[in-house]
């Protein structure tokens, strides 16, 4: 590029001098006015230039592996600015009259990582490393990555009130750049808070979004459901975990006004579409006919018609990371709010049918739902089986517990709330009797039995009760009870 000469560039508010001194020149390549970038090694010698098109197209003759304008600085100093490109380190040099050592990355923030590697030595010789990249989404990223490479307290980030250095001189704000550089902070990570800038949180407390359960002991024990938490619903095999789950979907359609997502992986899109509309008719759809289609379609308006229910039909597949990307849609895509996967056992099981190690798995699942909750900002009912126990099994009516749970210790662990879902199935007298006892509470740390839950096997509404163990009596809620709970009636 020997055609190439030193000039102002006044779309870019640069002087001469300041080209000069870092080598930055404008020429002509293949017909094409081009910015011609020199980078040169600590000893000064070219390694590469870097070519900028008018189309921002961009080409390097040789591999650019220094910073820009290291050359310049090479026995280190007090303070060393680093920004992401060649544009932003002369618009910063210049703003300080190009007396103090400023440098860029040779690709941008893409490169920051493996850059500052290379040439750590030499950034040990700076006291202060001043990380001036973009801000935005990639600039803040970069951020973080290089400032866990130098050591401790070395590395301070100075925040621009414009995008990068350059649209801050072609603002006429070049007191914000050197303000930045004099005020820069010692960068920590964005999740760790000094206790002082915790005041106004605690004066001004966010409020607790929590949405109701449809069943008044529940809401009492747990305080409701939140977003961001996993709420575990575990049971024995044909307990009732799933007419629990339909329930809750119901309640929160047609109560709460609520959008969301249903993965059944255990029944077909259309059972569980009966379930749910069939709890609005209060008749078990499944079982019987609609007589009325204007009742039925108004049914289904209702609930799973309305525009806020979205139903996985999973077509048999059962590939983790196939359902995770489905789950992440429905947050992202379609706003939905919670989401009920029922269940997690099946999934599991669907993952290795070849008898993988089905606690790594458990483990591995729940995790990826605990970051899933989180990034989608989504709440997560999640229903799971429970190991058989020795002697009499869940379905004849024996106290869930935590041990109880498949997986080592992740559904517990990762779990905001579990409940156990109990009921005997041989004991005639009580095989429609659903208890709901709260094995885990991260909220408030209430345990213990929450409600009862009768069946009304004419309607399939699951109706609250207030059960005396000593008499096997059951006494209805009375109405002022059922705090938006429309569904919750008995006929008894």
Excluded at 112 to 137: C, G, P, Y
Excluded at 142 to 158: C, D, E, F, W, Y
Excluded at 260 to 288: C, D, F, M, N
Excluded at 303 to 312: F, H, P
Aim: aromatic fraction near 8%.
């Amino acid at each position: 590029m020997t055609d190439a000469e030193f000039q102002e560039i006044s779309s870019r508010g640069l002087w001469k001098d300041t080209c000069k001194r870092y080598g930055y020149r404008v020429g002509k390549r293949k017909g094409e006015w081009v910015h011609v970038a020199d980078y040169r090694d600590l000893e000064g010698k070219l390694e590469a230039q870097k070519l900028r098109y008018e189309n921002k197209k961009f080409e390097a003759i040789g591999t650019p592996r220094s910073f820009f304008g290291m050359h310049l600085f090479p026995m280190g100093g007090k303070k060393l600015v680093v920004t992401e490109g060649e544009i932003d380190a002369l618009s910063v040099s210049q703003a300080q009259d190009n007396k103090w050592a400023v440098v860029s990355l040779p690709n941008g923030a893409q490169s920051a990582q493996s850059t500052f590697k290379r040439h750590l030595n030499w950034l040990n010789k700076w006291d202060e490393v001043i990380l001036m990249f973009d801000e935005d989404e990639q600039g803040r990223k970069a951020t973080g990555q290089v400032a866990n490479i130098l050591p401790v307290g070395r590395a301070k980030v100075a925040r621009l009130p414009h995008k990068d250095p350059n649209e801050c001189l072609l603002n006429n704000a070049t007191s914000a750049i050197i303000t930045a550089i004099f005020q820069a902070n010692i960068w920590r990570p964005d999740d760790i808070l000094d206790g002082r800038d915790v005041l106004d949180r605690l004066l001004n407390p966010k409020a607790n979004q929590s949405v109701s359960y449809p069943f008044v002991g529940l809401n009492e024990m747990t305080r409701g459901l939140r977003k961001r938490e996993i709420v575990t619903f575990c049971a024995g095999s044909g307990v009732g975990k799933s007419q629990v789950c339909r329930v809750i979907a119901h309640h929160l359609l047609t109560n709460v006004g609520s959008t969301v997502g249903y993965l059944a992986l255990e029944e077909s899109v259309e059972r569980t579409a009966q379930g749910i509309v069939g709890l609005e008719i209060k008749k078990p759809l499944h079982l019987e006919p609609f007589d009325d289609e204007e009742e039925f379609r108004t049914a289904f308006d209702a609930t799973v018609g309305s525009g806020r229910c979205y139903l996985y039909d999973h077509f048999g597949s059962m590939d983790s990371d196939n359902l995770l990307t489905h789950i992440r849609y429905m947050a992202q895509a379609l706003d939905v709010e919670w989401v009920i996967l029922d269940h997690l056992s099946i999934l599991v099981s669907g993952i290795d049918s070849s008898g993988g190690d089905e606690r790594r798995m458990i483990d591995n699942m729940m995790t990826k739902l605990r970051s899933l909750a989180e990034e989608c900002e989504i709440g997560l009912i999640v229903v799971s089986h429970l190991k058989r126990p020795e002697g009499r099994g869940f379905e004849e009516g024996v106290a869930t517990s935590l041990s109880a749970l498949r997986g080592s210790t992740a559904i517990a662990g990762l779990s905001d709330m579990v409940v156990g879902v109990e009921r005997n199935l041989q004991d005639p007298e009580r095989m429609h009797i659903t208890t709901l006892r709260v094995l885990k509470n991260r909220f408030s740390g209430e345990t213990g039995v929450a409600c009862h839950l009768k069946f009304e096997k004419a309607t399939g509404v699951m109706s609250e009760f207030q059960f005396d163990e000593d008499d096997d009596s059951f006494e209805p809620f009375a109405p002022e009870e059922q705090t938006n709970n429309n569904d919750q009636t008995s006929n008894d």
